[in-house]
């Protein structure tokens, strides 16, 4: 087959980063954090708390949203989604706290906010959440190996307490994706002004949802794939559009808060800042957006899968800009992030993609029956 040689590369190149990835943890453990990374106290915060921790939690949405439209929403007719979207919502989340692992000074101390509860810390808040909902997602994958090893009473059980799980889940979602906007909103002297916003939380959250809807249509196109004779095109068409009005409130709150504080202008200057911006918010936001609109494109699965992925990636993009890039360019301080620093970055990805692949080989994630 054609694929083959494709695959063979793959893998080598996949043995060769962990390799260096390891390494690099040694390396990091030993010596410390500056012996892979170039954050330092001007810029304590970097590609990884950037990509890993709020682009990571970002593309981690699709668990809450796809659980909340069946089973809150009670459109029982996604429910073929929830397998896939919630693995990869679990890993992703397993992906952050092993990001955070890394990047805190002191990784020994994660569980301190589990113990010592201070609850006027908005971190407090994140961290707590943060763990409680990777606690939900685990016990919402659990179904998956009751049904593998045949557990029906268990199997049984679980689909009667999924629906608490789901509300609990989507709570705690709901809190730590708008918290993570609020973390920011407390330091408006230090972020650039396109980026900052009073309403952060707010934005934060409905664009937590359009990537959450987006990895639906992107499980979606794989479960097509598998299962061909499978009608879902309606469902995905209905979805992609659902999509695009998200995002299009998430647009205009952007477009008038920035209206009203002054600084939509800036988006004209075509410095970095507002390039990173357009780039971001307009060829990766609304152009695949309002292309979701059109039944040409909507058709398309390839066509539809890039629109979805373009939007993942304007996203993910934001995240890295108003976590780092709008600390950088607000204080003028030099930074890039180190090789080993973008290799650790990449390998956390490249891990979730892994255990994902493995996972649906081993369990029925991608299955026609769901509990």
Same mark, same amino acid.
Not at 51 to 59: D, H, I, P, Y
């Given at each position: 087959m054609k694929s083959?040689?494709?695959?063979?590369?793959?893998?080598?190149?996949?043995?060769?980063?962990?390799?260096?990835?390891?390494?690099?943890l040694i390396?990091?453990?030993?010596?410390?954090l500056?012996?892979?990374?170039?954050?330092?106290?001007?810029?304590?915060?970097?590609?990884?708390?950037g990509?890993?921790?709020?682009?990571?939690?970002?593309?981690a949405?699709?668990?809450?949203?796809?659980?909340?439209?069946?089973?809150?929403?009670?459109?029982k007719k996604?429910?073929?989604?929830?397998?896939?979207?919630?693995?990869?919502?679990?890993?992703?989340?397993?992906?952050v706290?092993?990001?955070?692992?890394?990047?805190?000074g002191?990784?020994?101390n994660?569980?301190?906010?589990?113990?010592f509860?201070?609850?006027?810390?908005?971190?407090?808040?994140v961290?707590?959440?943060?763990?409680?909902?990777?606690?939900?997602?685990?016990?919402?994958?659990?179904?998956l190996v009751?049904?593998?090893?045949?557990?029906?009473?268990?199997?049984?059980f679980w689909?009667?307490?999924t629906?608490?799980?789901?509300f609990?889940?989507?709570?705690?979602?709901?809190?730590?994706?708008s918290?993570?906007g609020?973390?920011?909103?407390?330091?408006?002297?230090?972020?650039?002004?396109?980026?900052?916003?009073?309403? +952060?939380? !707010?934005?934060?959250? &409905? #664009?937590?949802?359009?990537?959450g809807?987006?990895?639906?249509?992107? *499980? %979606?196109? @794989?479960y097509s794939?598998?299962?061909?004779?499978?009608?879902?095109?309606?469902?995905?068409?209905?979805?992609?559009k659902?999509?695009?009005?998200?995002?299009?409130?998430?647009?205009?709150?952007?477009?008038?808060?920035?209206y009203?504080?002054?600084?939509?202008?800036?988006?004209?200057?075509?410095?970095?800042?507002?390039?990173?911006?357009?780039v971001?918010?307009?060829?990766?936001?609304?152009?695949?957006?309002?292309?979701?609109?059109?039944?040409?494109?909507?058709?398309s699965?390839?066509?539809?899968?890039?629109?979805n992925?373009?939007?993942?990636?304007?996203?993910?993009?934001?995240?890295?800009?108003?976590?780092?890039?709008?600390?950088?360019l607000k204080?003028?301080?030099?930074?890039?992030?180190?090789? +080993?620093? !973008?290799?650790?970055? &990449? #390998?956390?990805?490249a891990?979730?993609?892994?255990?994902?692949?493995? *996972? %649906?080989? @081993?369990?029925?994630?991608?299955?026609?029956?769901?509990?």
């Open positions: 083959e040689p494709l695959i063979k590369i793959t893998k080598i190149f996949f043995i060769l980063l962990m390799i260096v990835f390891f390494f690099s390396k990091r453990y030993i010596f410390g500056g012996a892979i990374s170039n954050l330092s106290d001007d810029m304590p915060w970097g590609l990884w708390k990509a890993n921790l709020f682009g990571g939690v970002a593309l949405a699709g668990g809450f949203v796809v659980t909340a439209v069946v089973y809150i929403f009670n459109l996604y429910k073929v989604f929830v397998r896939p979207v919630v693995l990869t919502s679990f890993l992703g989340y397993l992906m706290i092993l990001a955070l692992l890394i990047d805190d002191r990784p020994w994660i569980f301190m906010p589990l113990i509860w201070n609850t006027k810390s908005v971190m407090w808040e961290a707590l959440c943060v763990a409680s909902y990777t606690t939900v997602l685990f016990l919402e994958f659990l179904p009751w049904e593998k090893m045949g557990f029906k009473k268990a199997l049984k689909s009667w307490l629906p608490a799980l789901v609990v889940g989507v709570i705690l979602s709901t809190l730590h994706q918290s993570l609020t973390l920011l909103v407390i330091v408006p002297q230090k972020i650039h002004p396109i980026w900052y916003s009073p309403i +952060l939380p !707010i934005l934060f959250f &409905f #664009s937590a949802v359009v990537v809807l987006c990895a639906t249509n992107i *499980i %979606a196109f @794989i794939n598998k299962f061909p004779e499978e009608k879902i095109s309606p469902l995905v068409q209905r979805l992609a659902s999509t695009g009005v998200v995002f299009y409130v998430y647009f205009i709150l952007k477009i008038i808060e920035l009203q504080r002054g600084f939509l202008k800036d988006i004209f200057v075509f410095d970095i800042a507002s390039s990173l911006f357009v971001e918010f307009f060829v990766l936001g609304l152009i695949p957006a309002t292309a979701l609109f059109f039944k040409k494109a909507v058709n699965k390839k066509t539809l899968f890039g629109l992925l373009a939007l993942v990636c304007g996203i993910f993009l934001n995240r890295i800009n108003v976590s780092v890039i709008a600390f950088q204080s003028n301080i030099d930074y890039f992030p180190h090789f +080993l620093e !973008i290799v650790v970055s &990449f #390998s956390i990805f891990i979730a993609v892994y255990l994902f692949i493995v *996972i %649906a080989k @081993i369990l029925p994630v991608f299955s026609k029956e769901t509990t």
